[in-house]
């Protein structure tokens, strides 16, 4: 009957039918076999002796057992499904404070490159060119395109030629209209 109890709980028995098990075991005759009245305690033939009561148990609770490990695995489910939709919502929050954010760090950015870029075109083209020949190229270049034509001519003008012919190939290929690759 161990045996039995163990298998139930390996194969993963829930705890009912663990309770069934016991509850099958308290019937008499099963846990303290019966003895001849009399003398020296020898075990009369009983349903311990043959598997056919064991196996009928078993097979018995075998669908009780199932149906109870379905019945947990689902409510863990349905648990676990209701922990992903909270999170779901929490990263829907999050997303759209951070497209918030970005809108709002875009609309900066626009009005600080419109600035910056009325900076650049007032300034004297010797220390335009000193100042944009010091700073990132792409960012210099999109500087260089936002400027007035002639104003930007006279900038790289006043340039080193190298830096001049790096940012004038940074502008010619963003000013192409097929990928370049």
């Not at 846990?31 to 009369?44: F, I, N």
């Not at 930007?152 to 080193?160: F, P, T, Y």
Request: charged share 30%; hydrophobic share 45%.
């Amino acid at each position: 009957m161990l045996i039995a109890v163990a298998t139930l709980l390996l194969a993963g028995g829930s705890l009912s039918a663990t309770e069934m098990v016991v509850e099958h075991l308290d019937e008499p005759g099963l846990l303290a076999p019966e003895t001849d009245s009399g003398t020296t305690g020898t075990v009369k033939s009983g349903p311990l002796e043959t598997g056919s009561e064991i196996e009928r148990f078993c097979s018995n609770i075998a669908d009780a057992a199932r149906d109870r490990r379905y019945a947990l695995q689902t409510e863990e489910l349905q648990a676990l499904q209701q922990e992903v939709d909270k999170r779901i919502l929490l990263l829907e929050e999050k997303r759209a404070e951070y497209e918030k954010w970005l809108k709002r760090r875009e609309e900066f950015l626009a009005r600080a490159e419109d600035g910056v870029v009325k900076i650049y075109s007032g300034m004297r083209p010797d220390a335009a060119a000193e100042r944009l020949a010091a700073m990132d190229t792409v960012l210099a270049a999109s500087i260089l395109m936002k400027i007035d034509t002639r104003k930007a001519g006279v900038i790289l003008n006043e340039m080193e030629k190298k830096a001049a012919a790096m940012l004038t190939g940074i502008m010619a290929a963003t000013a192409r209209r097929t990928d370049p690759t």
